[in-house]
């Protein structure tokens, strides 16, 4: 029989070693990020307990592991599948394609995009409709339901189990019932309520038709999970118009009389005709491979992939990011604005907590002579985000950068405008977990007129903005500089 002595010796040693396990796993998997490695290891030293637990919650993501298993589902969409249809459709889109353009004959910035992402496509001959706030998106997403012939394909970090969430679901079983093929992805984390309130599950069994998946799922034993999460907002239909941009499935974009007016949402979403839809398409099935552990041959239908049809004159670069599907691209789409930008920068974002690396470019770029502005909301709904945020502000502005407050309701804008030339938009915020963890979903428009209906909302967004001022930020409290000091030290998971 054990003495109480003896067991308390064997938990200490328990502890201990289980202690060095986490400290070696530190050191194996974050030897490129010694920063983050040391202040893990302290933080583990200090509090054991909490340091450890904290540690499998948000310090270990699993990034490689995950791109294994990404990449491994997701093999060429041209030589995977061996439909005759699929091949022909190939051959038509590319006419569509501007790949073969010598690289002398574009400009600067589309030959560093060219380069930092050489699997991506570019494609002329769509047309872009921009909608301002769920009051515009949701209507034209569900008219593009309802007239669905074939299949609808959405996917969404948060789905609420609300009047816009409801309604939406409704209508897709109604398009199931009718033999329409429909398939659902979401976030375990962003969906999390839906998911616990079995709002998913009622459908999946009223509908064999209305396939409705975690691309991820929360497990209590992998608590890591969490760290990889899929941000991205798509919804296409029949492989015709795709819905992309900023808009979760939440009634929080609708305005709503009963609540303060700044809880309501702002945000821009686009409705996209033309070739590029065919690269979003492309991208869901990706995920759908991962997600249900299927082959990409055996989810992919003829009718998916229809005709390549001009519609419009914008030429759109579709930049998927996250590991095991263009690792750092949104870092890379960031640092090439940065880098690429001749007279201004134009970054509207919710959540403005960026790398040293995107800081640094942005200063050079403003010490060159480009006029950088940064469109941030004045109130936050992540009041950590925010202060970490403000613990740069007096660095950039400083170096010549520009940052402004929208008023009025919560901005969950997420658009970038360079020189006037090229822009990006999609789910992409400005921050490390977008940069890194997150996967994310922008297109990149390199020419067309959607250019100037960017540049004429972002104008709008300015002129509604409070410019910051260097003054203030000098001379602020020294208790507020404690408190933005200590949130930006969590600048890796925020």
Known sequence: MLTTTTIWIISIASLVIGHVVVIIHILLTKHEEPVSAVAWIMA??????????????????RL?????RIRLSADLFESDVDKDEIRRFVREMKSFTLSTIPDEKNPAFRRTLNNIFPQTTVTDGNAIQLLKDGSMAYPEMYAAIKNADHSIHLQSYIIMNDKVGRKMFELLAIKAESGVRVKVIYDGVGSMKSMLSSFFMRYTRRHPNLQ???????????????????????LVIDGKVAFIGGINIS??????????????????????????????QKNFLRDWTFTTKKELKSVINAEDFQEPVACGNNRIRIVD??????????????LAAAATAQKSIIIMTPYFVPNHNFVSALSMAAARG????????EKNDNVVVRAASHSIYKLLMTCGIKIYEKHGMFSHIKAMLIDDKWSSMGSSNCDVRSFKLNYELDFC??????????????????????????????????????????????????
């Open 445 to 494: 428009v390199e020419a067309g007129d959607f250019i100037d209906t960017l540049r004429q909302q972002l104008n709008d967004e300015l002129k509604q903005s409070v410019k910051i001022s260097l003054k203030d930020e000098r001379h602020k409290n020294v208790l507020i500089k404690l408190f933005e000091n200590i949130c930006s030290l969590f600048t890796p998971i925020l």
């Open 212 to 234: 409705i998946r975690a691309f991820s799922k929360i497990n209590i034993f992998i608590p890591w999970r969490i760290q990889l999460r899929n941000h991205r907002k798509l």
């Open 370 to 377: 480009v006029e950088v502005s940064i469109i941030v909301p």
């Open 251 to 280: 009634a929080g974009n609708l305005p709503n009389k009963k609540v303060p007016k700044r809880r309501d949402i702002h945000d821009l979403h686009c409705r996209i005709n033309g070739p590029a839809v065919t690269e979003l």
């Open 64 to 68: 490689h592991k995950m791109g294994r």
């Open 44 to 61: 583990i030293i200090l509090s054991p307990i909490i340091g450890v637990s904290c540690y499998l919650l948000f310090g270990i993501n």
């Open 321 to 334: 990011s996250g590991p095991g599907q263009n690792y750092k691209a949104t870092e890379k789409m960031f």
